[in-house]
């Protein structure tokens, strides 16, 4: 499964060496270009030293360490390989960097964008911030594609059950039932011509439990697998010892160079981890990289043209230096994230220097005095979701959207994906803010059908400044056929996160940047202009319980009526339809003959 | 013939049983700590100190939430002394690592007035600091502490799940974790405990899964807690007559707190929303042998443990049992035809009758004089009059308490229990009244009077074994003699005596005495008479804070079947 890139510098030397054999012309030709090429392997910088075909890929790798307001630490790692390459033309049979088995997925279904996320947890956006990239608890994948696919349907399948086999999840379990098609929440990330949503398919799977078997294959993707550069960090027991574990794969076009004449292809791999140190440091909130990830940073990938970790130390509140790192970072970085501000310290691995005072990195950070802040900040756009009412026969959706802007209202998309068997009421929908009705100014709704696709809404809702927003939806439980329930069936069912997308005014005026100068975790979604940003926002998934019958009713029913037709029916049956008669006594057989003959000799009456 | 009639209890839900935790916690000191600091602060703010419990829960690590009510109540509740009630519920959650908010287990301890539970508080605090530091929680756990007891609770049941039952008030609930799938709630005013006594009657009757008593119960045995239902000890083991006694006396405390309707603690009101709960109540008598706050927290720590290990909610063992003893029950199989045989009594006895109506118009073949005139129509009085004055005693107590406190010197608590005794001896009178002015249907008329009697109150039973199988069985008990053997004519005085005894009014004051004797605590009549005028107060105080069934059924079903039955007795 694993790509021919995901070897060490020693496998990539000697696959390089075939190639050039390969392309040489005669023997002694060959062999000096190989000498030629593995003294320009040995030299410096290997990565952005190679020439020619090999300078049209590249791996920027980063990771983004941020203290969270709740004292927790986020760790968001990004891995971006580029390719100047066109996959869709099927001309490409040499892969270097991008793995094979995802360019050759592209090229095959037709893909142009896709995106998918398998997530332990639950980001909790109130709390915590917004995230470079949010994801929903479970799996979630949507997918963009071609114009030229002409049976998107069956494309879909098939991606899924083979994603399914690459990442070892269960996403397999796409089908119409959790299907989507949204109208307005997902656009294209990359280069699009047009956005004609009906080559779109969105699909959440809430019950999804990602673990290690997920995390290897992901690693496997990687260039220089886990053995060199930040993915050494990447050890699954201390990913997985945490509070929340997202793990993600973006593959979309871009734009070759700013004129935007040629199209390259972005395969962006993010890894979010939120550690607590709560729970494990006693409530010292100090942390270092080896406490979270009991490794700590040695050597840079070879094949990595970029390699940084960035710290983010922007002062929380007025009183600035609260926090101080070590070692002493290479540079700073300024940059407005997300309508704020921020300030991070930057290490890049890449030069010289960092590694010359001691063999190993090992970032630490500590709180100059304690924090004693029980008043966090609150992000400008969160949401909560719950299930009202009580009982098994009916229930309420209510989601809350919270606007904290002191002076701007903006207007959010959301999207609600409820399964079948929950049957909404659509004309109990209502939407209350600030205690009066607001009308959504645009709404798409697609009603379920029974065992084929589930409800689909979509609204465009105003959000007035400094406002709680309340939707509520009511729904009845439907009753299904025994062979229906999962197993577990007491457990109760899943709704999938709602999802929420939004421009969000900015505090701070943002200045354009260079898209490919700035830090990855900037880059993903375009910024439209300096005055507000995008978020998308995803909230709790619903653990819904529906009727459920007793399941030994079944074994229960079958033998009672078992006993009953063995008994009654069988000893009725035998009695009506046997018909009596007088048995004439017959000459016998052998052995009674025998017997005759001897009772004769006895002197009693024959039998 | 006791382990048939009642085996022993044994886990049902793998997902407990099989797997084994370990308790590590020893929060006993932390615990007496916190409860000295809570109960300084308590007395100081003279209420609930919502800023102190915040901060210390935030300083534990959780997510901390408030919410405050209000509730005026119909009318002043004299055994609580409140009316005007505000308070406010602090709670906090410990979001469990890698899950999603959409399960929850809840402990919750009610903070009432008199410096009572301050050591309950403690134990919360101090369980919820060593739980913060597990990282194998799978489900939510929320740590809650009410202000006013079941009020709170009810307040925070409602916002929680986003409803409005009864006139609660209550400002925005602001954090959620999922569907709850058990609770425990803890009372506990002594440093150190001789005994756990567990509740396990919710309101109207409900009861939780049995599969958690019995977790309870395991736990118990492994920490060495002495453990008691009821109040009562456990029976000693084998057959004996004391044992048998014994295991009487605490199955007949639990029909009659089943019968009551009210809830035995705060976990009653969670069983509505299908959440299962316990109240432990930590008792400190005077038994020799003590253990401090430590073994309790190990016990909780180990129940939590184990209820986050299930996968399902609890559903695999009993909803509906009897308890003797906290180790035997008694199955819906075998009490169910009990209630089964009395009420086929009816069903016979409304049979004979409807024979003998129909033989009677075969066979006399012109109905005698008298009879014919207007048909059924000779019953509508009777009956109006019964339902009439089941709705009054239903409504006119609390609805005129205002009209009776300007008129007579009496507080609106007395005006409306008076009420309430007044208008029932009241509806007592009625049949004589109503003969005067209407003439009966003669021979008939009593015969289909009774047959719909029967028929309502047959209705009526079957119903409530199925709803509340103690209070269905109590009410049977006691007027099923009287319905079979009720007829007007001959000697109406014993009959009288008969029904007059076991209206279901009389059958209340009998519990009253009747409990009072199984708790080995006998009442006067004096006493009993107190106690029975409070519960009448408490009775309808708890339909209108909790919803609670027994005041409108007693009203609106039995009083009226019952006065059908006093109409045929007396029918001219």
Same mark, same amino acid.
């Given at each position: 499964?694993?790509?021919?890139?995901?070897?060490?510098?020693?496998?990539?030397?000697?696959?390089?060496?075939?190639?050039?054999?390969?392309?040489?012309?005669?023997?002694?030709?060959?062999?000096?270009?190989?000498?030629?090429?593995?003294?320009?392997?040995?030299?410096?910088?290997?990565?952005?030293?190679?020439?020619?075909?090999?300078?049209?890929?590249?791996?920027?790798?980063?990771?983004?360490?941020?203290?969270?307001?709740?004292?927790?630490?986020?760790?968001?790692?990004?891995?971006?390989?580029?390719?100047?390459?066109?996959?869709?033309?099927?001309?490409?049979?040499?892969?270097?960097?991008?793995?094979?088995?995802?360019?050759?997925?592209?090229?095959?279904?037709?893909?142009?964008?896709?995106?998918?996320?398998?997530?332990?947890?639950?980001?909790?956006?109130?709390?915590?911030?917004?995230?470079?990239?949010?994801?929903?608890?479970?799996?979630?994948?949507?997918?963009?594609?071609?114009?030229?696919?002409?049976?998107?349907?069956?494309?879909?399948?098939?991606?899924?059950?083979?994603?399914?086999?690459?990442?070892?999840?269960?996403?397999?379990?796409?089908?119409?039932?959790?299907?989507?098609?949204?109208?307005?929440?997902?656009?294209?990330?990359?280069?699009?011509?047009?956005?004609?949503?009906?080559?779109?398919?969105?699909?959440?799977?809430?019950?999804?439990?990602?673990? !290690?078997?997920?995390?290897?294959?992901?690693?496997?993707?990687?260039?220089?697998?886990?053995?060199?550069?930040?993915?050494?960090?990447?050890?699954?027991?201390?990913?997985?010892?945490?509070?929340?574990?997202?793990?993600?794969?973006?593959?979309?076009?871009?734009?070759?160079?700013?004129?935007?004449?040629?199209?390259?292809?972005?395969?962006?791999?993010?890894?979010?981890?939120?550690?607590?140190?709560?729970?494990?440091?006693?409530?010292?909130?100090?942390?270092?990289?080896?406490?979270?990830?009991?490794?700590?940073?040695?050597?840079?990938?070879?094949?990595?043209?970029?390699?940084?970790?960035?710290?983010?130390?922007?002062?929380?509140?007025?009183?600035?230096?609260?926090?101080?790192?070590?070692?002493?970072?290479?540079?700073?970085?300024?940059?407005?994230?997300?309508?704020?501000?921020?300030?991070?310290?930057?290490?890049?691995?890449?030069?010289?220097?960092?590694?010359?005072?001691?063999?190993?990195?090992?970032?630490?950070?500590?709180?100059?005095?304690?924090?004693?802040?029980?008043?966090?900040?609150?992000?400008?756009?969160?949401?909560?979701?719950?299930?009202?009412?009580?009982?098994?026969?009916?229930?309420?959706?209510?989601?809350?959207?919270?606007?904290?802007?002191?002076?701007?209202?903006?207007?959010?998309?959301?999207?609600?994906?409820?399964?079948?068997?929950?049957?909404?009421?659509?004309?109990?929908?209502?939407?209350?803010?600030?205690?009066?009705?607001?009308?959504?100014?645009?709404?798409?709704?697609?009603?379920?059908?029974?065992?084929?696709?589930?409800?689909?809404?979509?609204?465009?809702?105003?959000?007035?400044?400094?406002?709680?927003?309340?939707?509520?939806?009511?729904?009845?439980?439907?009753?299904?056929?025994?062979?229906?329930?999962?197993?577990?069936?007491?457990?109760?069912?899943?709704?999938?996160?709602?999802?929420?997308?939004?421009?969000?005014?900015?505090?701070?005026?943002?200045?354009?940047?260079?898209?490919?100068?700035?830090?990855?975790?900037?880059?993903?979604?375009?910024?439209?202009?300096?005055?507000?940003?995008?978020?998308?926002?995803?909230?709790?998934?619903?653990?819904?319980?529906?009727?459920?019958?007793?399941?030994?009713?079944?074994?229960?029913?079958?033998?009672?009526?078992?006993?009953?037709?063995?008994?009654?029916?069988?000893?009725?049956?035998?009695?009506?339809?046997?018909?009596?008669?007088?048995?004439?006594?017959?000459?016998?057989?052998?052995?009674?003959?025998?017997?005759?003959?001897?009772?004769?000799?006895?002197?009693?009456?024959?039998? | 013939?006791?382990?048939?009639?009642?085996?022993?209890?044994?886990?049902?839900?793998?997902?407990?049983?099989?797997?084994?935790?370990?308790?590590?916690?020893?929060?006993?000191?932390?615990?007496?700590?916190?409860?000295?600091?809570?109960?300084?602060?308590?007395?100081?703010?003279?209420?609930?100190?919502?800023?102190?419990?915040?901060?210390?829960?935030?300083?534990?690590?959780?997510?901390?939430?408030?919410?405050?009510?209000?509730?005026?109540?119909?009318?002043?509740?004299?055994?609580?002394?409140?009316?005007?009630?505000?308070?406010?519920?602090?709670?906090?959650?410990?979001?469990?690592?890698?899950?999603?908010?959409?399960?929850?287990?809840?402990?919750?301890?009610?903070?009432?007035?008199?410096?009572?539970?301050?050591?309950?508080?403690?134990?919360?605090?101090?369980?919820?600091?060593?739980?913060?530091?597990?990282?194998?929680?799978?489900?939510?756990?929320?740590?809650?502490? !009410?202000?006013?007891?079941?009020?709170?609770?009810?307040?925070?049941?409602?916002?929680?799940?986003?409803?409005?039952?009864?006139?609660?008030?209550?400002?925005?609930?602001?954090?959620?974790?999922?569907?709850?799938?058990?609770?425990?709630?803890?009372?506990?005013?002594?440093?150190?405990?001789?005994?756990?006594?567990?509740?396990?009657?919710?309101?109207?009757?409900?009861?939780?899964?049995?599969?958690?008593?019995?977790?309870?119960?395991?736990?118990?045995?492994?920490?060495?807690?002495?453990?008691?239902?009821?109040?009562?000890?456990?029976?000693?083991?084998?057959?004996?007559?004391?044992?048998?006694?014994?295991?009487?006396?605490?199955?007949?405390?639990?029909?009659?707190?089943?019968?009551?309707?009210?809830?035995?603690?705060?976990?009653?009101?969670?069983?509505?929303?299908?959440?299962?709960?316990?109240?432990?109540?930590?008792?400190?008598?005077?038994?020799?042998?003590?253990?401090?706050?430590?073994?309790?927290?190990?016990?909780?720590?180990?129940?939590?443990?184990?209820?986050?290990?299930?996968?399902?909610?609890?559903?695999?063992?009993?909803?509906?049992?009897?308890?003797?003893?906290?180790?035997?029950?008694?199955?819906?199989?075998?009490?169910?035809?009990?209630?089964?045989?009395?009420?086929?009594?009816?069903?016979?006895?409304?049979?004979?009758?409807?024979?003998?109506?129909?033989?009677?118009?075969?066979?006399?073949?012109?109905?005698?004089?008298?009879?014919?005139?207007?048909?059924?129509?000779?019953?509508?009085?009777?009956?109006?009059?019964?339902?009439?004055?089941?709705?009054?005693?239903?409504?006119?107590?609390?609805?005129?308490?205002?009209?009776?406190?300007?008129?007579?010197?009496?507080?609106?608590?007395?005006?409306?229990?008076?009420?309430?005794?007044?208008?029932?001896?009241?509806?007592?009178?009625?049949?004589?009244?109503?003969?005067?002015?209407?003439?009966?249907?003669?021979?008939?008329?009593?015969?289909?009077?009774?047959?719909?009697?029967?028929?309502?109150?047959?209705?009526?039973?079957?119903?409530?074994?199925?709803?509340?199988?103690?209070?269905?069985?109590?009410?049977?008990? !006691?007027?099923?003699?009287?319905?079979?053997?009720?007829?007007?004519?001959?000697?109406?005085?014993?009959?009288?005596?008969?029904?007059?005894?076991?209206?279901?009014?009389?059958?209340?004051?009998?519990?009253?005495?009747?409990?009072?004797?199984?708790?080995?605590?006998?009442?006067?009549?004096?006493?009993?008479?107190?106690?029975?005028?409070?519960?009448?107060?408490?009775?309808?105080?708890?339909?209108?804070?909790?919803?609670?069934?027994?005041?409108?059924?007693?009203?609106?079903?039995?009083?009226?079947?019952?006065?059908?039955?006093?109409?045929?007795?007396?029918?001219?």
């Amino acid at each position: 499964m694993a790509p021919p890139e995901a070897a060490p510098l020693a496998g990539r030397r000697k696959r390089k060496r075939r190639g050039a054999a390969r392309g040489g012309a005669g023997g002694g030709m060959a062999a000096a270009l190989l000498l030629l090429l593995l003294l320009l392997a040995a030299g410096p910088g290997p990565g952005r030293a190679d020439a020619g075909q090999e300078r049209r890929d590249a791996l920027r790798e980063e990771l983004l360490l941020s203290p969270l307001p709740t004292g927790d630490v986020a760790a968001t790692f990004q891995f971006r390989t580029r390719w100047d390459a066109d996959l869709q033309r099927g001309s490409v049979s040499h892969y270097r960097l991008f793995p094979k088995a995802l360019g050759r997925l592209v090229a095959a279904l037709g893909v142009r964008e896709l995106h998918l996320a398998l997530t332990q947890g639950f980001w909790r956006t109130r709390y915590w911030g917004q995230p470079p990239l949010q994801a929903p608890a479970g799996a979630e994948l949507w997918v963009w594609f071609q114009p030229t696919v002409t049976d998107v349907d069956k494309a879909w399948k098939e991606l899924s059950n083979i994603l399914s086999g690459i990442f070892c999840a269960s996403l397999n379990f796409i089908d119409s039932t959790n299907t989507v098609i949204p109208t307005a929440s997902f656009k294209p990330l990359g280069l699009a011509n047009g956005t004609d949503h009906h080559l779109l398919r969105y699909a959440v799977l809430p019950r999804e439990v990602v673990c !290690t078997e997920n995390l290897t294959p992901w690693k496997k993707l990687l260039p220089c697998g886990s053995k060199a550069g930040l993915a050494v960090l990447l050890k699954a027991e201390r990913l997985f010892h945490s509070s929340y574990h997202s793990q993600a794969v973006h593959i979309r076009p871009i734009c070759r160079d700013a004129s935007c004449l040629a199209m390259s292809w972005e395969l962006r791999q993010t890894l979010t981890v939120v550690f607590d140190f709560f729970s494990s440091g006693q409530g010292k909130k100090d942390w270092s990289l080896f406490k979270m990830f009991s490794r700590t940073l040695t050597d840079t990938c070879p094949l990595a043209s970029q390699s940084k970790v960035y710290v983010d130390i922007s002062p929380k509140t007025k009183e600035k230096e609260l926090l101080e790192v070590s070692p002493p970072p290479t540079s700073v970085h300024e940059a407005v994230v997300q309508g704020d501000k921020k300030t991070y310290a930057v290490y890049d691995l890449l030069s010289p220097s960092l590694f010359n005072t001691s063999r190993s990195l090992n970032v630490q950070l500590k709180w100059k005095r304690p924090q004693d802040s029980s008043e966090m900040p609150i992000p400008t756009l969160h949401a909560q979701r719950y299930v009202a009412g009580y009982g098994l026969q009916t229930g309420e959706i209510c989601t809350l959207i919270y606007n904290t802007h002191p002076y701007r209202a903006f207007p959010v998309i959301l999207l609600e994906t409820v399964p079948w068997y929950l049957r909404l009421y659509v004309h109990t929908l209502t939407i209350i803010t600030k205690g009066k009705e607001n009308k959504p100014s645009y709404i798409h709704y697609q009603p379920a059908q029974d065992r084929r696709r589930p409800h689909l809404l979509e609204m465009l809702i105003q959000l007035p400044a400094n406002s709680v927003t309340k939707i509520t939806i009511q729904f009845e439980r439907a009753l299904l056929k025994w062979t229906e329930y999962p197993p577990d069936p007491n457990h109760g069912f899943y709704v999938g996160s709602s999802v929420l997308s939004a421009l969000v005014p900015s505090v701070t005026a943002m200045k354009d940047m260079d898209v490919e100068q700035s830090p990855l975790f900037t880059s993903l979604f375009p910024s439209s202009d300096g005055s507000s940003y995008f978020v998308r926002l995803y909230t709790e998934p619903l653990l819904v319980n529906l009727p459920t019958p007793d399941f030994s009713m079944p074994y229960n029913v079958i033998c009672l009526t078992c006993t009953v037709v063995a008994v009654c029916y069988g000893s009725f049956y035998n009695l009506l339809t046997r018909t009596f008669h007088v048995e004439e006594p017959s000459r016998g057989g052998l052995a009674k003959r025998l017997a005759n003959v001897i009772r004769k000799f006895r002197g009693v009456p024959p039998l | 013939m006791l382990p048939l009639l009642a085996p022993r209890t044994y886990l049902s839900e793998n997902a407990m049983g099989s797997t084994m935790v370990g308790e590590g916690s020893d929060l006993g000191p932390r615990a007496l700590a916190l409860a000295r600091d809570f109960g300084e602060h308590r007395r100081r703010e003279g209420g609930i100190p919502v800023s102190w419990l915040s901060h210390t829960m935030f300083q534990l690590g959780l997510e901390v939430h408030s919410q405050p009510f209000a509730r005026t109540l119909p009318f002043p509740d004299e055994a609580h002394e409140r009316y005007l009630v505000r308070g406010t519920n602090v709670f906090g959650v410990l979001r469990a690592p890698r899950a999603a908010s959409t399960e929850a287990l809840l402990l919750l301890v009610p903070c009432c007035e008199g410096g009572k539970n301050e050591q309950a508080v403690g134990l919360l605090l101090a369980l919820a600091g060593y739980c913060r530091g597990q990282i194998y929680w799978a489900k939510d756990l929320i740590f809650l502490v !009410t202000e006013h007891d079941l009020l709170g609770t009810q307040a925070w049941l409602e916002g929680y799940h986003g409803v409005n039952l009864t006139a609660m008030q209550s400002g925005p609930f602001p954090g959620r974790a999922g569907a709850i799938q058990a609770a425990l709630a803890l009372e506990l005013s002594s440093d150190v405990l001789t005994s756990v006594d567990v509740a396990v009657e919710g309101l109207d009757g409900q009861l939780p899964n049995l599969d958690l008593l019995n977790l309870f119960q395991s736990f118990c045995h492994k920490n060495g807690l002495l453990c008691t239902l009821q109040g009562k000890l456990p029976p000693p083991e084998g057959p004996s007559g004391p044992g048998y006694a014994q295991s009487l006396r605490t199955l007949g405390l639990m029909v009659l707190g089943q019968a009551g309707g009210a809830p035995g603690g705060p976990h009653g009101l969670f069983l509505r929303f299908r959440i299962e709960a316990l109240t432990l109540r930590g008792i400190n008598s005077f038994r020799q042998h003590k253990f401090d706050l430590g073994a309790l927290g190990r016990t909780l720590e180990g129940m939590f443990r184990k209820l986050n290990n299930l996968l399902e909610r609890l559903h695999q063992s009993y909803f509906l049992y009897l308890l003797p003893s906290l180790a035997r029950f008694v199955s819906i199989g075998s009490y169910a035809p009990a209630l089964g045989l009395l009420l086929l009594v009816l069903a016979l006895r409304a049979l004979e009758l409807w024979m003998r109506l129909s033989r009677s118009e075969e066979g006399e073949g012109e109905p005698p004089v008298g009879e014919a005139r207007g048909g059924l129509l000779y019953l509508v009085p009777p009956i109006l009059i019964s339902v009439g004055a089941g709705a009054a005693l239903y409504l006119l107590p609390v609805r005129g308490q205002a009209v009776a406190t300007q008129h007579f010197p009496v507080g609106e608590a007395e005006a409306v229990v008076l009420a309430l005794i007044g208008i029932y001896v009241a509806g007592m009178a009625l049949p004589h009244s109503t003969h005067r002015a209407l003439s009966g249907g003669g021979q008939r008329g009593w015969m289909t009077l009774k047959l719909l009697a029967l028929l309502a109150l047959a209705l009526l039973l079957t119903c409530l074994a199925l709803l509340n199988f103690s209070l269905g069985f109590l009410l049977g008990v !006691t007027l099923v003699p009287p319905a079979a053997a009720v007829r007007p004519g001959g000697n109406r005085l014993p009959l009288a005596l008969l029904l007059v005894l076991t209206t279901p009014g009389l059958s209340l004051f009998m519990a009253v005495l009747l409990e009072r004797e199984l708790l080995e605590a006998p009442a006067g009549l004096g006493e009993a008479w107190q106690r029975f005028l409070g519960a009448l107060g408490q009775g309808l105080l708890q339909e209108h804070l909790h919803g609670a069934h027994l005041s409108p059924l007693l009203c609106l079903g039995a009083y009226p079947c019952w006065l059908l039955l006093w109409n045929v007795l007396f029918w001219k």
